[in-house]
Structure formats: structure tokens, C-alpha cells
């Protein structure tokens, strides 16, 4: 069983920047790839960013390659998600997931496993 818990959302002007934190207990979470997934009202939920088990490796959905940087601490069971030049369009809740196979690189795909989730709020 693992917990994630997110913070760090809230209202931001277009192209401000927020910096989203997730806090994860319950696994080994060294040992996992992370991802950050949005969903946005009346769309589906999408990864935009995840990074490895090591932190070595990332990737990106290409609307946020350039503007998004995911990172992670091990020792501290964290993974951030600094987003800067924010547009409207990256009005969403923000979920940080776990990858559900240790050792895995840094993925877009499936994730069955995430927090509450952060809102985030882009105004023009």
C-alpha cells in the first residue's frame, strides 16, 4: 500500500510559475518511477511528466516540454514538479502516481496508483 500526498497548487497568473511537491510513504519509493498527471474539467486524465526510479531519466508530454522540470528526492520520498511560463490551458488537478513495477525508466504510460491531488488554476 502507498501513500501519495500532494501540495502546492493554488491560483497563478499566465505565465507564472508553481512548484507542486509530492510526499510518498507505504513503499520502497526509491525503487519506483513517478509520474505527474493532470486533468483538466471535460478531458481525460493525461501523464505530462514522470521521471526513473534513479532520477536519471525523464520525460515529457510535448504541451509542457521546455516549461515543466520533474525531479525527486529519494531521501526524502519526494518528487517535485516545477512549472513555469504556466498557460490557462494547464488549468487542472495535478496527480503525482507511482509506477506500479520497481526499476522501471521514466514512462507516459498507465499508472494505477495516485494521490488526492493539487489544483492548479491558470488565469488569463
Known amino acids: 500500500q502507498v501513500q501519495l500526498v500532494e501540495s502546492g497548487g493554488g491560483p497563478v497568473q499566465t505565465g507564472g510559475s508553481l512548484r507542486l511537491s509530492c510526499v510518498a510513504s507505504g513503499r520502497t519509493f526509491s525503487h519506483h518511477a513517478m509520474g505527474w498527471l493532470r486533468q483538466a474539467p471535460g478531458k481525460e486524465r493525461e501523464v505530462v511528466a514522470a521521471?526513473?526510479?534513479?532520477?536519471?531519466?525523464?520525460a515529457y508530454t510535448d504541451s509542457v516540454k521546455g516549461r515543466f522540470t520533474i525531479s525527486r528526492d529519494n531521501a526524502k520520498n519526494t518528487v517535485y514538479l516545477q512549472m513555469n511560463r504556466l498557460k490557462p490551458e494547464d488549468t487542472a488537478v495535478y496527480y503525482c502516481a507511482v509506477d506500479d513495477m520497481p526499476f522501471r525508466g521514466a514512462h507516459l504510460g498507465t499508472y494505477h496508483t495516485w494521490g488526492q491531488g493539487t489544483q492548479v488554476t491558470v488565469s488569463s
Open positions: 521521471i526513473d526510479w534513479g532520477g536519471g531519466s525523464t
